[in-house]
């Protein structure tokens, strides 16, 4: 099973989790990959612009990388197989980071709000009567971890490249489209970003996610000629009716025609061609019906068929 997940998404669950358990035992001068890794505060003396990148494969606990990779093999293994590695590489940092940059202008506005900005970082301040750090070491202590920007993009992605797709979610006792599901996610991470504040989840992060994403299929839809195709799904299926049509070349090859007299004769150029015209026409049709209205629109046999042609070797 593991061996057909797409080698994109392969290689990000590989990662994340083993800079989980290095984690865990890693500590450079006291410091783990977390303090070094994680996603600081812009303002801070600990920050650092590549944090952008590393605060993606930091997760806070095992719960918090299971379920981010369980979504991101849920739903990541589908989107890469209709973009392709590349792209889905790209569009997956792409989220990462603008989930970083939602999560450093919201912090941004509460230090603002709390009076610290303006503030030099080296002044002393009294916490809770008690403790004594300066403003640069208080700003220091927000940072942020977690794929779940990039993994709320993923989800995203699908909800806008199947919109129709039914799917079961735990505990829902019924399928749900996918668009629904996800408009329903969004509100959820609202309202939470709004009421649950200080309870240690970046939700405007996932929100964040999830808007860089939105913004970006905008962009790639508008610009048909730029170097990832727009038209995911049409690519997808392009590059499956092509794989489709040289398997079947090679397999077509060593084949033969039985005659009424039982004499078994190669297929010539003539019957060859009109056979292959005409399963070319048969799934292009099917191609066109995806386009116009959605994957969920086949039948139950035209589901056989594309999935009959994407198994041909």
């Not at 719960?63 to 590349?86: Q, S």
């Not at 004594?132 to 699908?158: P, R």
């Not at 010539?268 to 066109?288: G, H, P, S, V, W």
Request: glycine share 8%; proline share 3%.
């Amino acid at each position: 099973m593991f061996r057909n997940i797409p080698i994109v998404t392969k290689n990000l669950l590989i990662i994340n989790v083993l800079v989980f358990l290095a984690s865990l035992v890693v500590q450079f001068d006291g410091k783990s990959l977390n303090d070094y890794g994680a996603l600081h505060f812009f303002m801070a003396s600990d920050f650092h612009a590549y944090q952008f990148i590393t605060y993606q494969f930091l997760h806070g606990g095992f719960t918090h990388l299971f379920f981010n990779m369980f979504a991101l093999w849920m739903f990541g293994c589908v989107i890469e197989n209709v973009w392709g590695p590349k792209k889905f590489l790209f569009y997956y940092l792409f989220c990462g980071i603008g989930a970083g940059l939602c999560q450093e202008v919201v912090q941004y506005v509460q230090f603002a709000a709390d009076g610290l900005i303006s503030m030099d970082p080296e002044q002393v301040l009294n916490v809770n009567g008690q403790r004594l750090m300066t403003v640069d070491q208080l700003l220091g202590l927000s940072s942020t971890i977690g794929a779940s920007g990039a993994v709320y993009g993923i989800l995203l992605a699908f909800g806008m490249t199947f919109p129709n797709e039914r799917i079961f979610i735990f505990p829902i006792p019924i399928p749900i489209k996918a668009k629904w599901f996800v408009m329903v996610y969004a509100g959820i991470e609202l309202l939470q970003a709004w009421g649950s504040a200080g309870d240690g989840v970046a939700h405007m992060a996932h929100i964040g996610g999830m808007l860089f994403g939105f913004l970006l299929i905008l962009y790639w839809r508008k610009r048909p000629d730029s170097y990832f195709n727009q038209d995911a799904t049409r690519s997808f299926f392009d590059r499956w009716s092509r794989t489709s049509k040289t398997s079947h070349t090679s397999w077509t090859s060593n084949t033969s025609n039985t005659s009424a007299t039982g004499y078994s004769r190669p297929e010539d150029d003539m019957e060859y061609n009109a056979r292959k015209k005409a399963r070319q026409e048969e799934i292009d049709t099917i191609l066109d019906k995806i386009r116009k209205s959605g994957y969920d629109s086949l039948s139950k046999d035209e589901k056989k068929r594309l999935f009959e042609a994407s198994h041909e070797k």
